[in-house]
């Protein structure tokens, strides 16, 4: 029998907190840290997450330092090649997704695609609500010409914030490690949490990736097959 084994997460989502969670600029600086650093793990595996928005945020013990990003269901493999489970069309949420995931920019989607979705969760969380960025593919389009309004978030986090919702993403940070260097270089802390510290000391020298790919390879085959077997009945 194959199955996946995941973590109980006993908290809170946090899209249901937006209109009633009170937070500092410490606090918006802290949950950027902690998502980051998350996303910056999942990107060194080559995983883009590509759906980063509120509700796939939860908040255990609805702490936002304790903050932990759920459903990989539509993250795209770099290492896969062009292909993915929703192929090459639009993926994720209309009003958290990067101008390339609408087919902008030719449609290069990497790190950079959910930096500029944690950068809008994070804006949500200063404004307490979602951040408008279309109802409708034609006004999704257009919102994304520019910045959105950042007067909403704090002044010391104004900065970063422009710099990772910059429409192009030439002109954006390309990675979680440059987030965490401006916040670094802002003076909130290095840039890391006590945890991921830690994590980050410890952590052995990098492997080569064939491993981890074979790996992959192998967690697939065993759940399509897995599925077509349950799908089969007794027979």
């Not at 993915?84 to 920019?105: D, H, M, N, R, W």
């Not at 002109?171 to 840039?191: K, P, W």
Request: no cysteine.
């Amino acid at each position: 029998v194959t199955y996946i084994v995941t973590e109980f997460v006993d908290g809170v989502n946090l899209s249901d907190q937006l209109k009633t969670l009170e937070t500092t600029a410490e606090d918006q600086f802290t949950l950027l840290t902690r998502l980051a650093s998350a996303l910056g793990a999942a990107h060194e595996l080559d995983a883009v997450h590509r759906d980063i928005s509120p509700d796939n945020v939860l908040l255990e013990g609805g702490r936002l330092k304790d903050a932990k990003i759920i459903d990989f269901g539509i993250a795209k493999d770099l290492d896969a090649g062009a292909k993915t489970i929703v192929g090459e069309g639009f993926a994720g949420k209309l009003g958290y997704v990067a101008p390339e995931q609408l087919g902008s920019y030719g449609r290069s989607v990497g790190p950079w695609t959910d930096v500029y979705s944690l950068a809008l969760v994070i804006l949500a969380v200063a404004q307490k609500k979602d951040v408008d960025m279309g109802g409708s593919l034609a006004d999704a389009f257009d919102k994304r010409k520019d910045v959105p309004d950042l007067s909403a978030a704090p002044e010391e986090l104004r900065p970063i914030l422009a710099k990772v919702l910059q429409p192009d993403p030439a002109n954006r940070l390309r990675s979680m490690d440059e987030v965490l260097r401006e916040i670094a270089t802002a003076g909130h802390g290095d840039g890391y949490d006590q945890a991921t510290r830690l994590q980050l000391e410890q952590a052995p020298p990098p492997k080569s990736k064939v491993p981890l790919i074979a790996g992959r390879a192998v967690a697939l085959i065993a759940a399509v097959a897995g599925g077509w077997y349950f799908t089969r009945g007794p027979s």
